[in-house]
DNA sequence: CAGTGGTCTAGACCACCAG
DNA sequence: TGGTGGTCTAGACCACTGA
């Protein structure tokens, strides 16, 4: 019992427990590791662990706190189309519909945070699972950020996947929600006008550099799950 | 530079400037320590956030490689509605429209893995924004794990506080979804039969025992956000 | 079986900040 | 200003597993 996970294991047992009441201040970490018989770098991975996980609350000097309400958190995995579909034991195939050069809009411009008219890749991509389809894509992609991306062929993996591998290390933000299937939706992925679509929404960047926005809209009947 | 969250960085950057190719493997901890000139420990300190963050895969004797396709992970804090409301600046208000003591329905037995006919509350909420809803909230309670509820007033805080507040520190599993509002929803949001509500899938349990199941359906155009 | 990462320990210094 | 958490160090032992 003289390893962090355990002791984290131990300590959540025994705030659960309600052995400190939320908002209540915990032994200091020396004192904990007295009690015991560990090294105080010991208790101290333990417990920035539950601090991580929205269980405590620590300031140097004021000590640690149980948190009054617990901060709710759940990591997603932000699936790559792909491999949600393998998994299934499906087979994958990107099927791209539009696929168009042009000056970038005002409203993808600002996404993008790129001079009006600088040149941009236009994607519509239909995701199939075993012929079926799965999500439909709208992508726009920074040319200038992703040179070779005109070249590239999509027969068996997708644009996202692509600048995956190009620039693998990028950073982003995503946003969910739920929209109406517009009549481009519905013929896309073969559902009726007006069915509700989970969305996600991503834009990726590397440093100051805008990559791509895209948001994916999923068939009626898909849910995006987590631990909490 | 000798702490490990500088030394995260300074790797992280190693690592997105391409010095190891994905999928190679990177100089072990005892070499990089050496290299930093540092204890081998901070180096597997950086080393195992980089590695939580799902930017490189280790393995003992194998040794640490950057991932070929990096995990995108999201972070969500789950909402508490009230919160969200209230960091706008507007006033919360839940609004009970359903409170019935029931034998919980096979399907709810199930989920909540009740003996059948076990004792259930079924709620019904609608969460106002200054008066103007902006979720409608259908949850179902084991009695037996919140025997309080049945006398909890919910004037000013929901059902979903009330239940944190009684048992803080339950675990749980989360899924978002979208579906179009049927009547109910409709009216209770004041929304078009047919709208695509964004949902959010929630049920939770303290160690072995089922405590709540609930589905949050949000006004159309709501979104949640995160980094990645 | 040898080298990797996983972890613990004891001691140390420091930054912070409530009293 | 003293007690808290944050972190580093050097050394140690162990578990795992690929060559």
Same mark, same amino acid.
């Given at each position: ?27 200091? *970490?020396?004192? !904990?590791? %007295?009690?015991?018989?560990? &090294?105080? @770098? ?8 539950? /601090? *991580?996980?929205? !269980?405590? %609350?620590?300031?140097?000097? &004021?000590? @640690? ?8 958190? /759940? ?154």
């Amino acid at each position: 019992m003289h390893n962090h996970h355990s002791l984290k294991k131990e300590i959540m047992r025994r705030i659960t427990a309600g052995e400190w009441a939320p908002g209540a201040v915990m032994p200091s *970490e020396t004192k !904990l590791a %007295e009690e015991y018989g560990c &090294a105080r @770098t010991t208790i101290n991975r333990a417990l920035q662990t539950l /601090a *991580e996980d929205g !269980l405590i %609350e620590r300031k140097r000097r &004021a000590g @640690t706190r149980v948190r009054e309400l617990p901060v709710r958190q /759940a990591k997603f995995n932000i699936p790559l189309v792909r491999r949600e579909i393998e998994q299934t034991g499906a087979v994958y195939r990107p099927h791209v519909t539009l696929r168009k050069r042009l000056p970038a809009p005002n409203h993808i411009a600002a996404r993008l945070h790129l001079p009006p008219d600088s040149e941009v890749l236009h994607l519509h991509t239909v995701h199939l699972s075993d012929g079926r389809p799965l999500a439909f894509e709208d992508r726009w992609i920074n040319i200038e950020a992703a040179p070779g991306i005109l070249d590239a062929p999509f027969k068996e993996i997708s644009a996202n996947e692509w600048l995956l591998r190009q620039t693998p290390y990028s950073s982003g933000s995503v946003s969910f929600s739920a929209e109406n299937a517009n009549e481009a939706h519905a013929s896309a992925l073969g559902v009726a006008k007006g069915a509700a679509l989970f969305t996600i929404d991503r834009t990726t960047w590397l440093g100051e550099r805008y990559i791509t926005w895209v948001k994916i809209f999923y068939r009626p009947g898909y849910s995006l799950k987590s631990g909490l």
